[in-house]
């Protein structure tokens, strides 16, 4: 039973990724032109026609294309958002063609079942601009069929024990290492650029993106989380050998195995085939498999640390 995760495009030219099982796919995000859209797709083997479902996290341009919204309207393909991501968009030209033709479904903050057999559960992030959400996207359970899935978080200033918990025990985790504090800091943007991209309804520092893995790989099984795909570095705040090292030494770590991919702004990568994980026998930590008391969202600064093995890396 094999299963497809690609990432079309991240950062802040344009984002976009499909997750795919048995011939149907659902899109997180249609934040690229509906030309590149359409070619890479195509790469990875998808066309429009397959897709089940788009799932927006959120309204900023880099995510949402009008002419992309426009060939969902003519294709048939439904747009999930959220209710006030429905206010925001509603006088784009290529979301009203989508909505005239009844193919707008709301979502909430509760898991939902799209076409295809996929299981979403939004994930609250904390990001300017109105409500954002990452997802988790589980497909191809049944009877005694165990599926597997998939943990999407970009574009948000900080993490909780609610994302964590969310995020545990997937097949693949896709987290934001957007960029590098001192690089950040010393980048000659305007200030209140670096602040807003610095504060709790920024961007994800590599940092705190590899304290979050960390926290996701401590209360997951041993045999999920397989593959790390690092989302929306900066081009002018980070690199992927940077960002490569902060995850590197958060799998080191855990002491697992994980294979960690910098996904790219210019064309799909990674593109990953899998299937479920094997069952293992395993014992909870203590407080695991229960849903945490949820806490004051933690902002983590970057620090610097050195290069050490042990891990798996594919780089950029």
Known sequence: MAFQFAVLGSGSKGNAALFRHGGAGILIDA???????????????????????????????????????????????????????????????GFAALDAAGLVRRYEDRPFLAPGGFRIEPVAAWHDGGPTFGFRLEAGAGGKRRGASVGYLADTGVWDDAAVEALADVE???????????????SGRHPSLIARNLGDRGHLSNRQGADLVAAVLERSRPDRARHL?????????????????????????SGR??????????SPHPDLTFGPSRSTLWKPQAGAGRRPRRTKPRLV????????????????
């Open 31 to 93: 934040g690229l032109g509906v030309r590149s859209l359409s070619e890479r797709l195509a790469g990875v083997g998808a066309d429009w026609s397959r897709l089940a479902a788009v799932v927006l996290t959120h309204t900023h341009a880099d995510h949402v294309d009008t002419g992309a919204f426009r060939r969902m309207a003519r294709e048939g393909v439904p747009l999930y958002c959220h209710e006030a991501h429905h206010r925001a968009l509603a006088a784009d030209p």
């Open 172 to 186: 693949v985790l896709a987290v934001e290492f957007n960029h590098d504090v001192a690089m950040q800091r010393n």
């Open 229 to 253: 795909v690092l989302l929306h570095l900066s081009a002018q705040c980070n690199r992927p050998e940077i960002a490569l090292r902060e995850a590197g030494e958060a799998v080191r770590q």
């Open 257 to 266: 195995q994980v294979l960690i991919h910098a996904a790219r702004q210019s």
């Open 301 to 316: 600064h970057a620090e610097s640390c050195g290069f050490l093995p042990g891990f798996v890396l594919e780089g950029s």
